[in-house]
C-alpha cells in the first residue's frame, strides 16, 4: 500500500522560507510525475508544482518564481522549497502522484503571518 507523508510546514513571517517534504512509500515513485497541491481554508485543492520522472517542472502562476519542485528518486522523496512566502500561501500542502491516485497523507500546515 501506497503512503504519502509529509513534512517541514510551520508559522513563519511573509518573505521567509520553507523546504517541505514527502517521502513516498510502495513502488509508484520512479513511475509517475509527482506533485504538491494545497488546499486554504473555504477553497478547493489546487495544484502548486508538478516534477515529472525526468525532472521537468510545471508550477501554478501564483508561485511561479518563488517555489522549486524537485525530487530524489533514490530516496523516493519529493520536496518544495518555498521562498518569499505570502499570506496568501497559508494552507495545508500535499503531495501525491499526478494525476492523483493515491490516499491523500495528513498534509504539512503552511501559515505565514506577520
Known amino acids: 500500500q501506497v503512503q504519502l507523508v509529509e513534512s517541514g510546514g510551520g508559522l513563519v513571517q511573509p518573505g521567509w522560507s520553507l523546504r517541505l517534504s514527502c517521502v513516498v512509500s510502495g513502488s509508484i515513485f520512479s513511475i509517475h510525475a509527482m506533485s504538491w497541491y494545497r488546499q486554504a481554508p473555504g477553497k478547493q485543492r489546487e495544484l502548486v508544482a508538478r516534477?515529472?520522472?525526468?525532472?521537468?517542472?510545471h508550477y501554478a502562476d501564483s508561485v511561479k518564481g518563488r517555489f522549486t519542485i524537485s525530487r530524489d528518486n533514490a530516496k523516493n522523496t519529493v520536496y518544495l522549497q518555498m521562498n518569499s512566502l505570502k499570506s496568501e500561501d497559508t494552507a495545508v500542502y500535499y503531495c501525491n502522484a499526478d494525476p492523483p491516485f493515491v490516499s491523500w497523507g495528513q498534509g504539512t500546515q503552511v501559515t505565514v503571518s506577520s
Open positions: 516534477v515529472t520522472t525526468g525532472g521537468n517542472t
